[in-house]
């Protein structure tokens, strides 16, 4: 059985999922009606990946008889001032998602739960890959400039990305 603090903290983990979910629509949505249609469907994508990971949240918490407290999910930003600024949030965003899986594990760890600890293993790992995913896409994006072709021509690139992360 988990602790009170262990089941409140993973619920507050599945909500910040969830909104990382709802902002990769919002930013999708954007990307789509600025014609970056390559940036839109890879956003698309990852929205559905950032939903999966609340959803492993939740299958850990049914698994263990913890209760399920579903957070209300604040809004996400939806203007943008060009791709740049929306990956650069993204990649923002996934740093914090870091942050607060790092704090996660080392309460468990702290708190001796080492089950909690293990499964948490795969988070571990999967914001190191989405970190390294997205700082890249900035570092091209920067490299490339904002001129009409270049723009383009990245987008083709995360385009490329599509179920590779």
Known sequence: MLSK???ERLNDQVAKEMFASNLYLSMSSWCYTHRFDGAGAFLFEHAGQESDHAKRL???LNETDSK???QKIKEPESSFESLLDVFTRTYEHELSITKSINELVDFTLSHKDFSTFNFLQWYVAEQHEEEALFRGIVDKIKLVGNSGNSLYLVDQYIKTLIGKS
């Open 5 to 7: 603090e262990v089941i």
């Open 68 to 70: 399920l407290k579903l």
């Open 58 to 60: 939740i299958t850990y």
